[in-house]
């Protein structure tokens, strides 16, 4: 079975961050802590922010990246997050917005504090981040914005309301900031990422492992993603190889919403 690259594969440019500067939230774990390990491998600063206090152990595993444990849906946070890019190392050219809450309630059942707490991360947060990193990538002469998003934004799922609402969102915001952004030499895209084997999941799922298994066995490539895909598409889509990309929702699902 075809898996991921490693970070120690030779086939994978070394070094193509260097000189680029990253802030990636939702950074402390799964696919966001992947995202900090492929950038640093690959010559970024890093600025990684995240809510979880083991974000503040990152720099040990990885030195010279700077550690921010802070709530993204506060404004002040991604204002702060940016500035720390800038006063550190110079500028901002990548914001990786990973961040993100899930809610697998019934409508019915999906209270208005429910609905706000999956806003709060997924989309108000997400919006404070690329507000502020995209002024300061148009003082900088450019850069790329890139967000995690699902394929639930696409395909609706029971249960999914609020948080299939937040991701349409969010893909719709990466729209509007790759038509602003053009002009100025900002990107903007979204990975619409498939169900992931990480703890994420556990979170929100009493019955996590039998809905990892259903969705291997739903999808053409038979298996869900490890967080180092996703993370590699993220790169990509922040990297100089995807410079006539922009405005893009790219499917990394294993091939669910093609079926």
């Given amino acids: 079975m075809e898996h991921a690259l490693s970070p120690a594969s030779p086939s994978i440019e070394s070094a193509e961050f260097t000189g680029r500067t990253a802030l990636v939230t939702g950074a402390a774990r799964g696919v966001g802590k992947e995202t900090v390990a492929l950038l640093h491998a690959r010559g970024a600063h890093v600025v990684a922010t995240d809510q979880r206090l083991e974000v503040e152990t990152l720099p040990e595993e990885f030195p010279g ?3 921010m444990c802070a709530d993204i849906t506060q404004e002040a946070t ?5 500035k720390s890019a800038l006063d550190a190392f110079g500028g901002l050219d990548i914001l990786v917005n990973n961040a993100g809450r899930a809610l697998n309630k019934p409508i019915t059942e999906t209270t208005a504090e429910d609905w706000d707490a999956v806003m709060a991360v997924n989309t108000r947060g997400a919006f404070f981040c690329a507000r502020e990193a995209f002024r300061a990538m148009k003082a900088g002469g450019g850069g790329a914005i890139v967000s995690t998003g699902s394929y639930t934004s696409t395909v609706a799922l029971p249960e999914g309301a609020a948080y299939s609402a937040s991701k ?5 915001l990466t729209k509007v900031l790759a038509v602003e952004g053009g002009p100025l030499g900002i990107r903007a895209n979204l990975v619409a990422a498939g169900v992931i084997e990480t703890d994420f999941l556990d979170t929100f799922r009493s019955d996590s492992r039998s809905y990892l298994a259903s969705f291997a066995n739903a999808q ?6 490890q ?6 598409v993220l790169c990509f889509l922040a990297s100089p190889r995807s410079s006539f990309v922009t405005g893009a929702v790219v499917a990394a699902d294993g091939g669910y919403t093609a079926v």
């Fill in 65 to 67: 990246v700077l550690a």
């Fill in 227 to 232: 967080p180092e895909e996703i993370a590699e």
């Fill in 220 to 225: 053409p490539l038979g298996r869900v993603a």
């Fill in 168 to 172: 349409g969102a969010l893909a719709q």
């Fill in 78 to 82: 991604a204002i702060r997050a940016v």
